[in-house]
């Protein structure tokens, strides 16, 4: 009998272990840098009970779909202006959970050395989505080429252009497809992520580049209701660890900036 009741009991531990250690969390992220630095805390994740599932993709609307619908438990890829934007249009009530790092947003060109030298009736790739398409106006119009009716518009659209001397066209793409177009136009306003993807270094590639004073941190977003569960605040937690400063700081040279 004593054996028996030792055995269930030693049964039971391990299966409360197991389950403790199965705890899953499923995140989506876009590949870089935000699945590389989910990867990283993965095993950290492990020893804490959380298994965690990193789902990729490579647009910027279903990770916030799939969160909302409660298909996966968070996602790590956006800004909050983007956020903001999302949850308005498409009536959600995604919230943030931390920031993690800043993506300077840049200007690239294959065409020209320097910002100064885009003539006019030049073509500009910029994005399609509201905050990033503002964020790429906005970056324009410090870089002096162009100026908008509301200077501080984060939601700004080409027709929220006030001057425009150098006659630029907008060509207005889904951010996943702008590096495809880098040859075909004179200068391509990229989301760090997807110009990393493409083999484009921020820091050393960008005509024109943010600086680390940027606003538009990347946050881990979650709901109202899963945002404060333990799995969301030890995944909250270890993205914002040293390790993971180390990490960017050591990975990305600049590319990606802690914002920790």
């Known amino acids: ?151 501080t518009n984060a939601l700004a659209t080409p027709k929220d252009i006030a001057s425009n001397p150098k006659n630029l066209k907008f060509k207005e793409l889904e951010s996943a497809l702008l590096p495809r177009v880098l040859d075909q136009v004179d200068l391509d306003l990229i989301n760090t992520n997807y110009a990393l993807e493409a083999g484009l270094n921020p820091a050393k590639d960008a005509l024109i580049i943010e600086d680390a004073k940027s606003p538009y941190v990347n946050f881990l977003v979650a709901r109202p209701d899963n945002k404060d569960s333990d799995a969301i605040q030890k995944l909250s937690k270890a993205l914002t660890s040293p390790e993971v400063k180390a990490f960017i700081e050591k990975k990305y040279n600049g590319a990606v900036v802690p914002a920790f």
């Open 1 to 151: 009998m004593k054996k028996v009741l030792l055995f269930t009991a030693l049964a039971a531990a391990l299966t409360a272990g197991f389950a403790q250690a199965n705890e899953k969390l499923v995140v989506a992220a876009t590949p870089i840098p935000h699945a590389e630095i989910l990867e990283l805390i993965k095993p950290t994740l492990a020893k804490e009970g959380v298994d965690l599932e990193i789902k990729v993709f490579t647009d910027y609307v279903q990770p916030n779909v799939q969160v909302a619908e409660k298909r996966l438990d968070a996602n790590y890829f956006q800004t909050l202006p983007y956020l903001e934007n999302f949850n308005k249009g498409k009536g959600t009530n995604l919230v943030t959970v931390v920031g993690v790092h800043v993506e300077p947003f840049g200007g690239y060109s294959k065409k020209i050395k320097n910002i100064s030298e885009l003539k006019d009736g030049a073509t500009v790739a910029i994005p399609n989505e509201g905050s990033n398409s503002g964020r790429a106006l906005l970056l324009l119009q410090k870089a002096g080429v162009i100026t908008l009716k509301d200077p």
